[in-house]
């Protein structure tokens, strides 16, 4: 199964603060990533997919960027609803495979 | 914008079946396909497997091979996921995820409530 090693696990930022997230697969994927963002209590919403496309609908301020086996995703000024957890999953062969998770919190 | 609707939460004994459902409204429910993604209590996600209806295909995660099965009603656009042995472990809110017909290059871009399994004595 390819292992997706999310980092940091968790982290404390404050509103207006530019943050980035790593999820590193165990062998290449191409760029065969998706990110997810998950608030408490709630189903995950897909930010974005294939590593750098926006969904519709998600602000601007979501980015993704990575190929091969390292990949990012950036909020490049964070706003009060972006507090929650946020997940990559790996889409390059089944079983498809999560990250496990980045809990983004208030500082 | 395909919405995916879960059944009731669930409270069954370790040893026995659970069977959720995953209604779909709102889209062509044969041209995407149904994961089945767990989370047990603060974890991570974890993908079950899923059914392509318009495929007839099935996809299951090896570690669930053989006590897990997908199952589809096409004519009220519903999928069915069973999960048969139950134990404490399999404790967790299960989601159905909705994406396009393909297992690669797969992203989940509708997601039901969710439903949690409780498995206890």
């Known amino acids: 199964d390819i292992q997706m090693t999310q980092s940091p696990s968790s982290l404390s930022a404050s509103v207006g603060d530019r943050v980035t997230i790593t999820c590193r697969a165990s062998?290449?994927?191409?760029?065969?990533v998706n990110w997810y963002q998950q608030k408490p209590g709630k189903a995950p919403e897909l930010l974005i997919y294939?590593?750098?496309s926006l969904r519709s609908g998600v602000p601007s301020r979501f980015s993704g960027s990575g190929f091969g086996t390292d990949f990012t995703l950036t909020i490049s000024t964070l706003q009060p609803e972006d507090f929650a957890t946020y997940f990559c999953?790996?889409?390059?062969?089944?079983?498809?495979?999560f990250g496990g998770g980045t809990k983004v919190e208030i500082k | 914008q395909v919405q995916l609707v879960q059944s009731g939460a669930e409270v069954k004994k370790p040893g026995s079946s659970v069977k959720v459902s995953c209604k779909a409204s709102?889209?062509?429910?044969?041209?995407?396909?149904i994961s089945w993604v767990r989370q047990a209590p603060g974890q991570g996600l974890e993908w079950m497997g899923g059914?392509?209806?318009?495929?007839?295909?099935?996809n299951y995660a090896q570690r669930f091979q053989g006590r897990v099965s997908f199952t589809t009603d096409e004519s009220s656009s519903t999928t069915y996921m069973e999960l048969t042995s139950l134990r404490s472990e399999d404790s967790a809110v299960y989601y159905c995820?909705?994406?396009?017909?393909?297992?690669?290059?797969?992203?989940?871009?509708?997601w039901g409530q969710g439903t949690l399994v409780t498995v206890s004595s």
């Open positions: 999953q790996q889409s390059y062969r089944t079983p498809l495979t």
């Open positions: 062998q290449s994927i191409n760029s065969y």
């Open positions: 294939a590593a750098s």
């Open positions: 995820a909705g994406g396009p017909p393909t297992w690669l290059q797969l992203c989940f871009e509708n």
């Open positions: 709102g889209g062509t429910f044969s041209s995407q396909s």
């Open positions: 059914i392509i209806p318009s495929f007839d295909t099935t």
